[in-house]
């Protein structure tokens, strides 16, 4: 039997093999999944690796410059940032359906990947080896729920294996495939990726995307990304973290209400508050937050947010509802 050692190990000696003396990339989002694969394939082929991180515009306040400053500074990986935010915002222009928006994210990745791996292979210090391998931080629970599992239906296309176009120029390697998110931490904390980020709750690929019902916008992601930093402060602040596995933050962009806010009526949009608890994400209850920290984040957001007059709590377990609204 395997000791939680021997996984890492296990995993570090068997990506290794498979990418031999070949190049990888890996993009970065921020979030758990990837840092873990990044830093486990860093381990494996070291400098064969280079990361890259897409600023798609989809990305809460602050995580561009936490994913440079804190994993860069944890682990020496090689890093590029390319800034992508128009491209996507173009992409996804007028799309509203869940579906659609999950696919052309997962496209675009793909595209500023290779574009990325191009640039890297054409750069100075290579020796002509071409990018061969992209690393991916899928975990079993993806793999299951996009139908990649034992004759399991397609929930929902994750942006990480639904929606690659055919022509796909890399291989992948998903060294998490076989884990759940307790042991990815365990194995992360095993190569000493820092605990805020094997800690971080998970945040999905396609990001705010998903979580605007409706078209993207920059307006809308703007507004929303303010609600959601809101959300996120009076949750921390009030020592939560570890008793919610995530809260999706989402703008009904699609949705008016009205209100009353001073001496005029106003007609804005309501923020949904998605707070769960969860072991693995396959199944959720919604979580019971103290009323006086919901208040507290209804008022905030109501106050400093002009566009939203109304915030809802979610309180459906999964299933029936799935976490994220998309
Ligand atoms: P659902 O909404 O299916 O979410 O209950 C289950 C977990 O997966 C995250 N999620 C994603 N992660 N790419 C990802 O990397 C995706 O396309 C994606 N969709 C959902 C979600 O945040 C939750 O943790």
Redesign the pocket.
Known sequence: TWTRSSIAEELVASARETIGDARAICGL?G?V?SAVAAALVNRAVGDQLTCVFVDHGLLREGEAEQVEKDFVAATGVDLVVVDAQQRFLDALAGVSDPEEK?KII?REFIRVFEQAARDIAGSADDEGHPVEFLVQ?TLY??VV?SGGGSGTAN??????VGGLPDDLQFTLIEPLRTLFKDEVRQVGLELGVPEEIVWRQ?????GLG?RIVGDVTRDRLDTLRVADRIAREELTKAGLDRDI??C?VVLLADVRSVGVQGDGRTYGHPIVLRPVSSED?MT?DWTRVPYDVLARISTRITNEVAEVNRVVLDVTS?PPG???WE
């Open positions: 989002s979030g999944d999950r997962g931080g629970p993806d729920e929930i929902k296309s994750h942006h990480n998970p945040f999905p690929g396609p998903i596995w995530q999706p994400a959720a999964k799935t976490i994220e």
